[in-house]
T-cell receptor
Framework: DAGVIQSPRHEVTEMGQEVTLRCKPI?????LFWYRQTMMRGLELLIY????????DSGMPEDRFSAKMPNASFSTLKIQPSEPRDSAVYFC??????????????FGAGSRLTVL | SQQGEEDPQALSIQEGENATMNCSYK?????LQWYRQNSGRGLVHLIL?????REKHSGRLRVTLDTSKKSSSLLITASRAADTASYFC???????????FGSGTRLQVQP
């Protein structure tokens, strides 16, 4: 398996522009997570899905952020309009159906977003 | 706020020495995990310890868990330059699939 695939790896955009980050989870994994990493706040959970259904979006900063998972092999995180404070590395991770109570995440390489 | 806080924030050692990192957390957990992140990369799972376990080994890694103190430690023995990375603890909780990550320890192993 190619692992969790994220695109783009790097994006530089101007304030006010729409940003769309994409993620392809590992086949067979039924959970998908979006995290954001910054120096100041560390790794923050934004939202996670189970079987394509959003389970917890309490970490989504505000209405400018939205996430979708139209099918088991694809998810998007959209920021509209983007602001400089959204600059961060955004990670997608997936995990398989829970076995023995353990939930091990496999992370993608991340999408580094810079908003000027 | 971060569920887990790690110390030290940064650690610099020589190759061959042992590295110990500590993690504290706030709420009840089912499991505690440790992940590694190389610069510019995603996190990689290293080891998992369940709440009813006290110690676990995997190769050069040794993890301990003290649920009464809500703390865990990760020991890397005989460190190598390739161990240079950031290390994060992560916890889950009852009814919650998502992991909450600590603030991380940056480890530098000098060759």
């Amino acid at each position: 398996d190619a692992g969790v695939i994220q695109s783009p790896r790097h994006e530089v955009t101007e304030m006010g522009q729409e940003v769309t980050l994409r993620c392809k989870p590992i086949s067979g994994h039924d959970y998908l997570f979006w995290y954001r990493q910054t120096m100041m706040r560390g790794l923050e959970l934004l939202i996670y899905f189970n079987n394509n259904v959003p389970i917890d979006d309490s970490g989504m900063p505000e209405d400018r952020f939205s996430a979708k998972m139209p099918n088991a092999s694809f998810s998007t995180l959209k920021i509209q309009p983007s602001e400089p404070r959204d600059s961060a590395v955004y990670f997608c991770a997936s995990s398989p159906p829970q076995t023995g109570g353990a939930n091990v995440l496999t992370f993608g390489a991340g999408s580094r977003l810079t908003v000027l | 706020s971060q569920q887990g806080e790690e110390d030290p924030q940064a650690l610099s050692i020589q190759e061959g020495e042992n590295a110990t990192m500590n993690c504290s957390y706030k709420t009840s957990i089912n499991n505690l995990q440790w992940y590694r992140q190389n610069s510019g990369r995603g996190l990689v799972h290293l080891i998992l310890i369940r709440s009813n376990e006290r110690e676990k080994h995997s190769g050069r890694l040794r993890v301990t868990l003290d649920t009464s103190k809500k703390s865990s430690s990760l020991l890397i023995t005989a460190s190598r330059a390739a161990d240079t990375a950031s290390y994060f603890c992560a916890t889950d909780g009852t009814g919650r699939r998502a992991l909450t990550f600590g603030s991380g320890t940056r480890l530098q192993v000098q060759p």
